[in-house]
Nanobody, 121 residues
Framework: QVQLVESGGGLVQPGGSLKLSCVASGLLFDTYDMNWYRQAPGKERELVAS????????KYADSAKGRFTVSRDNAKYTGYLQMNDLKPEDTALYYC??????????????WGQGTQVTVSS
């Protein structure tokens, strides 16, 4: 019974900050990479940031570099996305995904329900 629960979204003014959390249960969390996606109405789903399972290697979309920081606490089964200097174009539903490839090449992933981030003055 795998479950991912995102939280931390809300309404914030341009230039403000939010920290999203993704709490996992029912899986060996430290064996999964973690991705943060967002999707706004009329736009394709975008990979915002990712962090690897144990080494903690991170990468970011160009739109997020310098403003967003992805991290994780494997002991707490929790991933985080710190978002600073938020802009109206950051407005979207944000999703957490855990993903790994098995030794046989099968992709295993799980998704949370999403948390809404709205940036508006």
């Amino acid at each position: 019974q795998v479950q991912l629960v995102e939280s931390g979204g809300g309404l914030v003014q341009p230039g403000g900050s939010l920290k999203l959390s993704c709490v996992a249960s029912g899986l060996l969390f430290d064996t999964y990479d973690m991705n943060w996606y967002r999707q706004a109405p009329g736009k394709e789903r975008e990979l915002v940031a990712s962090i690897t399972a144990t080494t903690g290697v991170t990468k970011y979309a160009d739109s997020a570099k310098g403003r967003f920081t992805v991290s994780r606490d494997n002991a707490k089964y929790t991933g985080y996305l710190q978002m600073n200097d938020l802009k109206p174009e950051d407005t979207a539903l944000y999703y957490c995904e855990t993903v790994k490839m098995t030794p046989r090449g099968v992709r295993l992933d799980h998704w949370g329900q999403g948390t809404q981030v709205t940036v508006s003055s």
